[in-house]
């Protein structure tokens, strides 16, 4: 009989949505430890294919992520605006493809913002990729950079969503701090 | 045995993609007769549902309309720029979840701008809703105006489909007019 069950591991699938890079980072976390990389990788699609074959091949590559690694939340990034229209299209595609992935397995979907999730891997709203990248690097204990940067994204949004769990009252005041809104 | 077989009709879903209101529109199409109206209709999610719910609700009823109706094509709007990025990140989540229905059946999807639909329903491809509402009546021999004017949309997709690919010259023609792009 366990009396004193240790809280069990969260396990978080970050998503960095994007039609020719989607960034994927699967992160254990554990109270009182630090974040552990469980994997990371890239769904890429052609440019030239068509967009109904590129939505297809991001939805099967994270259909076959979330049976692999069975995460418990899974973790978006939210866009608000970006300069380029067709740009923000794309990435609301594949978000959209992400979040019914996991939608339609009744799992959690939590979405973050850019400047939510560099505060919270690196203090600063406005901190560079780079030095999101280092951050992840660090706090993941990693060899080497993980490439493409999406990657590296998808693992900060994993990380992220962790602490602002772990640690409501702090993530409240970064996110009213980074101004998210809705 | 029969040598001189009619072409047979072809059925298009039309789908005018949006979170609060994603407008249905199913049609029949038959070289040298007037498009057929089959079905109508819209989905609505609240606006406080929260993402996941949303796009969920879209696909359940987009694949209970495609079981229902077995359409050889898809049809969706294809959105370049608009000035609200946050009406563009709807309509590209929704665009993308009836894309993602209709090529993990298999069925072809087409692509088709807001003007090339007015161009191809009402030769104007800077014409106004009411315009494409009222020519999509007259065309469908519907008795009362499509509600709401999604469902129109919907429909107005379907018959610009069905009439592009009957004539693909004069839908060159009116592509290059309404200076559609990729």
Known sequence: MTLYAPRPPARVLGVDPGLTKCGLGVVDGVPG???RLVAVGVVRTAADDDIAARLLAIEQEIDSWLSEHRPDTVAVERVFSQHNV????GTAQAGA????CAAR???PVALHTPSEVKAAVTGNGRADKDQVTTMVMRLLRMPERPRPADAADALALAICHLWRTAHPAVAARQHSMSGGGT
């Open 86 to 89: 067709r740009t923000v299209m």
């Open 33 to 35: 430890r630090p974040p």
């Open 105 to 107: 397995r009744g799992l």
């Open 97 to 100: 493809v992400a979040i019914i």
